[in-house]
């Protein structure tokens, strides 16, 4: 079955994106929590509302600001930027307007759906329209379905373990 221009495996595609970025979003909220020592609805008190990509803004700005190494300040930048790449794609994936590749001329419309789901989302962006070809969806929910590891993965081994191994640190200096 098809649903206008996308095919059955193109729309599980996005079912997939928009699964995985609910789950590196709960993630980010994670981080940005540990990282300003606040509660998640502490969080919630000072960015009310805030969009995904707001988010990711003041955990790249922290991450400069806690990370001591220009190596992992980079690390950390790559995976912050590599987020934000995906979220535009789910934002215009979600949220574009989906078409034949050919345009919604009028002969593309009276012919109907997009030939073996041939389609791109069209978006408005700030200077021009921003286009995401169906073809391109299974390798983008696949990239996002792996950022969340990734991200949690470092956040274990730049801030959680050193962190445990003070807190173990202070407690055997402090025992007889």
Do not use: C
């Not at 600001?65 to 930048?77: C, G, P």
């Not at 081994?157 to 807190?167: D, G, H, L, Q, Y």
């Amino acid at each position: 079955m098809r649903t206008d221009n996308l095919t059955d495996k193109q729309l599980a595609a996005i079912g997939r994106i928009a699964v995985n970025s609910a789950k590196t979003e709960m993630y980010v909220d994670m981080v940005l929590s540990y990282v300003t020592g606040l509660t998640e609805d502490q969080l919630k008190v000072i960015q009310p509302q805030a969009m995904f990509g707001t988010k990711l803004d003041a955990l790249s700005a922290l991450g400069k600001q806690k990370l001591k190494s220009k190596k992992r300040q980079f690390e950390f930048e790559q995976i912050i930027s590599a987020i934000k790449q995906s979220n535009s794609h789910r934002v215009t994936a979600i949220h574009g307007i989906w078409q034949r590749e050919d345009g919604n001329t009028l002969s593309a419309i009276l012919m109907g759906a997009a030939p073996d789901g041939k389609a791109k989302a069209i978006r408005k962006g700030s200077k021009q329209p921003i286009i995401l070809k169906a073809d391109k969806l299974d390798a983008i929910a696949d990239e996002m379905q792996e950022q969340p590891r990734i991200l949690m993965r470092f956040f274990m081994e730049v801030w959680i373990k050193p962190a445990a191994r003070r807190s173990v640190a202070k407690a055997r200096a402090k025992s007889p």
